[in-house]
Every structure is written in structure tokens, then in C-alpha cells.
């Protein structure tokens, strides 16, 4: 019992939104019987339960940082 207690304290708002969002998709699936509730009911699940979310913080913001990305390109000239 005491592993499941640190399981779920682990989980932040983002983790029990997704799996309040699969329970909610699943609800509506039960009543609506339309195959698209349960994909989402199942992705949310599945993002909820393995922590998944954008690959390597890819959806993060860089508000407030002095750092912005840059990219360089040179000037194509063509031989004569």
C-alpha cells in the first residue's frame, strides 16, 4: 500500500488532469458507444499513467529568457 501512496505522490496537476480527462473520455464512450471517446480516453490514460508528454520538453516556453534561437544562412552566389 505504501508504494501506491508514493506512486500518486509523485503526480503533479498536468499528470491528474490527463488521467481525469481519460476517466471523463471513458464516461462519455460508455453512454455515446463512438469509437473516438475511447481513443482519447485510452491516450490520456496512457499519458497519465507513463508520464508522457512533448519528447525531451520540446512544448516548454522560453518566456523570460534573453537566449533566442538563431539561424545563420549565407548568402547563395552563384559561379559565373
Known amino acids: 500500500m505504501e508504494q501506491i501512496k508514493s506512486y500518486f505522490r509523485g503526480w503533479g496537476a498536468p499528470r491528474i488532469f490527463r488521467i ?10 460508455y453512454y455515446d458507444r463512438q469509437n473516438i471517446w475511447l481513443i482519447f480516453a485510452i491516450l ?12 525531451g520538453g520540446s512544448c516548454g516556453t522560453t518566456s523570460g529568457s534573453d537566449k533566442k534561437p538563431t539561424v545563420e544562412v549565407e548568402e547563395y552566389k552563384p559561379k559565373e
Open 20 to 29: 481525469v480527462l481519460a476517466v471523463t473520455f471513458g464516461i462519455v464512450y
Open 44 to 55: 490520456f490514460a496512457v499519458q497519465a499513467v507513463f508520464n508522457l508528454t512533448c519528447p
